[in-house]
């Protein structure tokens, strides 16, 4: 009989010990018995601290936990698992959150306003908002680049400063500056006189052409005055050649349709050949007159 309920007892503590085992590994998964949920899929270029396990929550509220990650090709893959019946609509913005101050992360969803949701094993396209962890990457690289930069003000430093010979190129360069300040100082001394008497003449100067200026002015107004009679009686000669040059078009013109009398001698071709025929024989009677002399006889009755 002792025997029989020592070993109730021992099933009724073994079975204690697994129920309290499952659940504390539904509670440390975060996970409830029996809850039904769907599975979705986002892609991010990198992930950070993000972990399996850590949770998802939509609009603040926690629904879920990240199932998986996985590399894909040169992007993340993240699985991750919400409550059934939620619905998340298209244009839903999925993100990597940090939560803690020892980068702890979360996946957050801020639903859209579509009225199209993605199906249940659909994707995202999530981002990875900056938290202590990025910042702590970039001040140690900012750190990283000051020791570098000091580094080399520091080889810079040394190559210039540091040298025994620079003190010494700085202070002959110095007294050149200084040597060259005080050949300047006398030149200026010794043209400001004659800049100020550059500057007396040329003030002079400035006056004696205003004063030829204003000499020269009543004949220059009446030389324009005269240019423009010119041009007037330019424009009278040039109007009357004009008629001069029409006019004798037209003496032309009816010369050459034998027009007139001079047209028509012109353009006669018997009258030029019995004139040609009359000049002929008047030059032979000259030339005739010239051998023999002029010979006249006169009857009288």
């Given at each position: 009989?002792?025997?029989?309920?020592?070993?109730?007892?021992?099933?009724?503590?073994?079975?204690?010990?697994?129920?309290?085992?499952?659940?504390?590994?539904?509670?440390?998964?975060?996970?409830?018995?029996?809850?039904?949920?769907?599975?979705?899929?986002?892609?991010?270029?990198?992930?950070?601290?993000?972990?399996?396990?850590?949770?998802?929550?939509?609009?603040?509220?926690?629904?879920?936990?990240?199932?998986?990650?996985?590399?894909?090709?040169?992007?993340?893959?993240?699985?991750?698992?919400?409550?059934?019946?939620?619905?998340?609509?298209?244009?839903?913005?999925?993100?990597?959150?940090?939560?803690?101050?020892?980068?702890?992360?979360?996946?957050?969803?801020?639903?859209?306003?579509?009225?199209?949701?993605?199906?249940?094993?659909?994707?995202?396209?999530?981002?990875?908002?900056?938290?202590?962890?990025?910042?702590?990457?970039?001040?140690?690289?900012?750190?990283?680049?000051?020791?570098?930069?000091?580094?080399?003000?520091?080889?810079?430093?040394?190559?210039?400063?540091?040298?025994?010979?620079?003190?010494?190129?700085?202070?002959?360069?110095?007294?050149?500056?200084?040597?060259?300040?005080?050949?300047?100082?006398?030149?200026?001394?010794?043209?400001?006189?004659?800049?100020?008497?550059?500057?007396?003449?040329?003030?002079?100067?400035?006056?004696?052409?205003?004063?030829?200026?204003?000499?020269?002015?009543?004949?220059?107004?009446?030389?324009?005055?005269?240019?423009?009679?010119?041009?007037?009686?330019?424009?009278?000669?040039?109007?009357?050649?004009?008629?001069?040059?029409?006019?004798?078009?037209?003496?032309?013109?009816?010369?050459?349709?034998?027009?007139?009398t001079a047209g028509a001698l012109l353009n006669d071709s018997l009258?030029?050949?019995?004139?040609?025929?009359?000049?002929?024989?008047?030059?032979?009677?000259?030339?005739?007159?010239?051998?023999?002399?002029?010979?006249?006889?006169?009857?009288?009755?």
């Amino acid at each position: 009989m002792k025997s029989r309920s020592q070993n109730i007892a021992v099933g009724v503590f073994v079975l204690a010990a697994l129920a309290v085992l499952v659940f504390g590994v539904y509670f440390l998964k975060e996970t409830v018995p029996g809850r039904a949920t769907d599975r979705y899929v986002a892609g991010f270029e990198q992930v950070s601290t993000l972990q399996e396990g850590d949770p998802v929550k939509v609009n603040g509220v926690k629904l879920g936990r990240v199932l998986s990650i996985a590399l894909e090709g040169n992007r993340v893959k993240v699985d991750f698992e919400i409550e059934r019946g939620v619905r998340l609509p298209k244009d839903s913005e999925v993100r990597i959150q940090n939560i803690g101050l020892m980068g702890e992360r979360q996946l957050g969803i801020r639903m859209g306003a579509s009225s199209e949701a993605v199906p249940p094993g659909g994707r995202f396209e999530g981002r990875l908002d900056a938290g202590i962890a990025e910042a702590m990457g970039a001040a140690g690289e900012a750190i990283a680049e000051a020791d570098r930069l000091a580094k080399t003000l520091r080889r810079v430093v040394d190559s210039t400063v540091g040298r025994p010979e620079f003190a010494e190129r700085v202070n002959a360069l110095l007294g050149s500056t200084e040597e060259l300040t005080r050949r300047l100082d006398a030149l200026a001394r010794d043209v400001d006189p004659q800049i100020r008497e550059g500057v007396r003449n040329f003030n002079g100067l400035s006056r004696d052409v205003n004063g030829f200026v204003q000499r020269q002015k009543p004949q220059v107004e009446r030389i324009l005055a005269d240019g423009g009679e010119v041009m007037a009686r330019s424009r009278v000669i040039a109007e009357r050649g004009e008629r001069a040059a029409r006019d004798l078009e037209e003496i032309l013109a009816k010369l050459n349709a034998g027009k007139g009398t001079a047209g028509a001698l012109l353009n006669d071709s018997l009258l030029h050949r019995d004139l040609a025929s009359a000049l002929r024989s008047a030059d032979s009677l000259f030339r005739s007159m010239q051998r023999k002399g002029l010979d006249v006889n006169v009857d009288l009755f």
